[in-house]
């Protein structure tokens, strides 16, 4: 069984950085692709930015491309979403998901695992 564990959230300000990590356990091996999504309240969740697991080829959503930057430890099969230049849209609890596909989908259900979340908060 595979587990994912976020971590990083936190209250900043408009403009801080933030790095959120997405550390995976047990059966890495079915990892195809692995995903953060957003979810602000009353919003529906949205991705943010995924990463191919074989090569750690990158995709961003376009609210978040030139600010946010995905990448994958190896080593210690952990992803992290170095999150720049915040503001106060960005405020959401944010979530990794796994598939098992080698395919960057944008579509929530198309991930079968899912972190707990951590919260991210920005203010003005």
């Known amino acids: 069984q595979l587990q994912l564990v976020e971590s990083g959230g936190g209250l900043v300000q408009a403009g801080d950085s933030l790095r959120l990590s997405c550390t995976a356990s047990?059966?890495?091996?079915?990892?195809?692709?692995l995903a953060w999504f957003r979810q602000a309240p009353a919003k529906e969740r949205e991705f943010v930015a995924g990463i191919l697991w074989s090569d750690s080829r990158p995709g961003y959503a376009d609210s978040v491309r030139g600010r946010f930057s995905i990448s994958r430890a190896t080593r210690e099969n952990t992803v992290h979403l170095q999150m720049n230049n915040l503001n106060p849209e960005d405020t959401a609890a944010y979530f990794c998901?796994?598939?098992?596909?080698?395919?960057?989908?944008?579509?929530?259900?198309?991930?079968?695992?899912w972190g707990q979340g951590t919260q991210v908060t920005v203010s003005s």
């Open positions: 998901a796994a598939r098992r596909l080698r395919d960057l989908s944008r579509n929530a259900a198309d991930f079968g695992v």
């Open positions: 047990g059966r890495t091996f079915n990892i195809g692709a």
